[in-house]
Each structure stands twice: as C-alpha cells, then as structure tokens.
Nanobody
Framework: QVELVESGGGLVQAGASLRLSCTAS????????VGWFRQPPGKEREFVGVWVDDYTYYRESVKGRFIASGDNSKNTKYLQMNHLTPEDTAVYFCGAVSKHKGYYALRLRHEVHYWGQGTQVTVSS
C-alpha cells in the first residue's frame, strides 16, 4: 500500500514558477518509484517528468523548463516548474510504479499502480 500526497499548486501568471511536492508513505513505499503526470482540462492524463536514482526524463514540451528532483530521506519528490505557460494548466499528479518494472514504465500512465489526489495548476495569460 502506498499513499501519495501532492502539494504546491496554485494560480499564477504566465512566466511564473511553482514547485510541486509529492510525499509518499505506506508499508510498500520502498517497492515503488514515483513520477509526475498531469491532466489538462478535457484531455487525458499525460507523463510530465521523472527523477529517480540517476534516471531523468521529461516530455518534450517541458524540457528546459521543468526540473524533477527528490529527497529520498523524506520519500518526497519535487517538480520545479519555470516559465509556465497557459498550456501547462492541468491537475498535476504523482504516480507510483512498481520497481519490478523498468525505468521506462515511469512514463506510462497504465503502469501506475497508485495515484495521489492531484494538485491544480492554473496559468493565466
């Protein structure tokens, strides 16, 4: 069992920055890796980025603007989002993928076993 709690969302203007946090807990937390996803209004949930061990990967539209990181001692992942645009407006989620899967699975929505409740990010123009 893994519980994920996101925080840090809000309403900002284009060009601003936000930092999201995702804290994992539960008796199975060490069996999972955590990545970031988002769901724009009226669209499907999509992969955003991941930082785990020495592996990092981002969707093309956020490369150079978003930075994923983490503090393993706190079981917390972060997503620093810079130069936000209205196209970044979405509910942002962290998702836990079993360590039995390869790192590539962290990019795949259907491989996520546990989801957080999400945090809303709204970017006005």
């Amino acid at each position: 069992q893994v519980e994920l709690v996101e925080s840090g969302g809000g309403l900002v203007q284009a060009g601003a920055s936000l930092r999201l946090s995702c804290t994992a807990s539960g008796r199975s937390v060490k069996d999972y890796r955590v990545g970031w996803f988002r769901q724009p209004p009226g669209k499907e949930r999509e992969f955003v980025g991941v930082w785990v061990d020495d592996y990092t990967y981002y969707r093309e539209s956020v490369k150079g603007r978003f930075i994923a990181s983490g503090d393993n001692s706190k079981n917390t992942k972060y997503l620093q989002m810079n130069h936000l645009t209205p196209e970044d407006t979405a509910v942002y989620f962290c998702g836990a993928v079993s360590k039995h899967k390869g790192y590539y699975a962290l990019r795949l929505r259907h491989e996520v076993h546990y989801w957080g409740q999400g945090t809303q990010v709204t970017v006005s123009s």
